[in-house]
């Protein structure tokens, strides 16, 4: 079974691409910055056995990121992908998927959708988007029908501490897609963590 995870933005992307040079001479970096981190996305594959091809995806410009440069390249991937697959997205990859998903119609049947820290950009709530998602064309439409008819499981996991995206969008993503499943946590804030607990096992569900 194919796994296609997709990641969020790029570390740099909270700075002022006005002046970035600049910005970059701002921020703050530390030794710990320097040392490569394991994360459930890295661990994935060991967790799931090798009766999983995971793969992983790098998506452009991930410092600056524009939805319809992100949507060209998954498009370039599908063609690749097995019939049935299994879609992962964190954070700003998990809210790309969701308005992917809900505005094409592709021909792989998505076994199970797995969206990680999602942000929520549905009509109701543009007015307190940040501007860089709003110039990236990342807005939801209100209906997210296709997205539910396309994927034959949906899961959501989401910190009620995430510092980056706040626990009502996963609420409001529950009150748009009632069926599916919510697993929440405390304590692991933007999930930036070695084991996504419950993941894995939802997958070999």
Request: with cysteine; charged share 20%; proline share 5%.
């Amino acid at each position: 079974m194919q796994v296609l995870v997709i990641h969020g933005a790029g570390g740099f992307v909270s700075l002022n691409r006005a002046d970035f040079v600049a910005a970059l001479r701002q921020k703050k970096v530390s030794l710990n910055d320097l040392r490569r981190k394991e994360d459930w996305k890295s661990n994935l594959s060991k967790e799931l056995g090798a009766n999983y091809d995971v793969l992983y995806a790098r998506m452009p410009d991930s410092d600056s990121p524009q939805y319809m440069a992100w949507a060209a390249w998954f498009e370039q991937m599908l063609p690749l992908l097995d019939p049935e697959v299994v879609f992962i997205g964190h954070s700003l990859g998990a809210l790309f998927l969701v308005k992917y998903l809900s505005e094409n119609k592709i021909t792989n049947t998505v076994r199970s959708l797995h969206l990680a820290a999602s942000p929520y950009t549905g009509p109701e709530v543009h007015s307190q988007l940040g501007g860089r998602l709003v110039d990236g064309k990342w807005l939801m439409a209100s209906d997210l029908g296709l997205l539910a008819d396309q994927c034959n499981k949906i899961y959501f996991y989401h910190s009620v501490d995430d510092p980056a995206v706040p626990y009502s969008a996963a609420e409001a993503y529950m009150a748009k897609l009632p069926h599916a499943v919510l697993r929440t946590y405390e304590g692991l804030g933007h999930l930036r963590v070695e084991i996504l607990p419950g993941l894995a096992e939802d997958i070999k569900s």
